[in-house]
Structures are given as C-alpha cells and as structure tokens.
C-alpha cells in the first residue's frame, strides 16, 4: 500500500523502486535480514541519505508555511 500508483499516476518502475527504498532507509539496516549484503551495500546507503533530504525538505517547507502562516495574521500598519 506505501507504493501504490494511483490511477492517474504514470511513474515508472526507477520511481516506484526509489519509493521503496526510501521507506526501507527508514528502518534499521540490521532490520533488514532478508536483503541480500550487495544489495544492501548498494541501495541502503543512498535510501537513507534520500530520506533524512526528504525529511530535512519537509521540515523546512514546514517552518516556511509557520512564517507565512504568521505574517498573515500580523495586523497591518495603518498608521
């Protein structure tokens, strides 16, 4: 279900792969016994990394929408 492609969805298996090991970079490595080493060695590393830049995009995005958020409520200056 964490990598289903919505109907109106076009992406390819590359994508859909990258999402997959995006969610298994956020599990421990020693989690991850019935991933064969040269596997791991080659994807989990880069996974990780993608997912602590998604994280760190998503946090700042977020800290970004606060400011707006709270410049909008600020009151005018009139005077």
Known sequence: ???RQGPD???SIEETL????RLMGMLPRRELKRVRPEILEKY??????L????AAEEE?????????????EEPADTA
Do not use: P, Q
């Open 1 to 3: 279900h964490f990598v």
């Open 9 to 11: 969805e076009n992406r």
């Open 18 to 21: 990258d999402i997959g090991w």
């Open 44 to 49: 989990y590393k880069a996974s990780r990394e």
């Open 51 to 54: 997912a602590r830049e998604k």
């Open 60 to 72: 700042a995005d977020e800290e970004h929408s606060a400011e707006e958020a709270e410049t909008a």
